[in-house]
């Protein structure tokens, strides 16, 4: 099957990385580049983490344009390959596209204040002591676990079970499954519970029990929050956030070729 956009103004932008500034010198005269609030698409040089800067920042702004990533970062798994070959606005246009809602996290702190943050990878409750974090599960209104002892619990969508979720031993989600993954980060009782795979229409609640003792805080995506009393997930569907791929290396199949590294 052939996809085919029509994207005629593209904008540039790069982490400060000196591979990707030297990407940015090398396509200076690919494009005519406009301004990211005049663009139809954007170009992104650098890796993940960067990625993630940037569909933030369209998030906090509330204007979502389509973004084709090229990897002068580490990893690059949201990246496509790097190339100054010509052709660029070609090659974009008949990249493939994948559609991400994020995370919606109303968090609660010990002073009673509410903190509202997206996460397109995931959301991670974290000790911030010594002491073991103790934690209420609930989805969809029941109480799951009661007291989850561990270093934190987090909980990932299908874009972002291959990060902090695959080093915590969660499952990998294909990006077409609809669910998201409830995954323990070095759990100590329940010793055997090792996670579940919920829909993504789920309501999570985590609750801090023992505050005072164990202080838990939150982090969604890049941004931290101290000293947490509960925590509310669910995906907003009202919001999405596009990537595109080169045909043939697509998130999804990163994804299952994921699952057959050793």
Known sequence: MTFRHDFKRLALVASEGERAQKAVRDLADAEDWVPLDEADAVVVLGGDGFMLHTLHD???SGRLIPAFGMNRGTVGFLMNRFGTESGLRDRINTCRS???SPLLMEATTQDG???IFRAINEVSLLRETRQTAKIEVTVN???RIEEL???GI???TPAGSTAYNLSANGPILPL?????ALTPISPFRPRRWRG???PDFSQITLRVLEPTKRPVAVVADQKELRDIADVQLRIDPETVLTLLFDPGHSLDERIVTEQFIA
Do not use: W
């Open 58 to 60: 369209m998030l906090d």
């Open 98 to 100: 994948f559609s991400v």
């Open 113 to 115: 204040r509410k903190h």
């Open 141 to 143: 209104g029941k109480v």
């Open 149 to 151: 002892f561990c270093d």
């Open 154 to 156: 987090l909980v990932a």
């Open 176 to 180: 077409d499954s609809n669910m998201l």
């Open 196 to 198: 579940a795979i919920l």
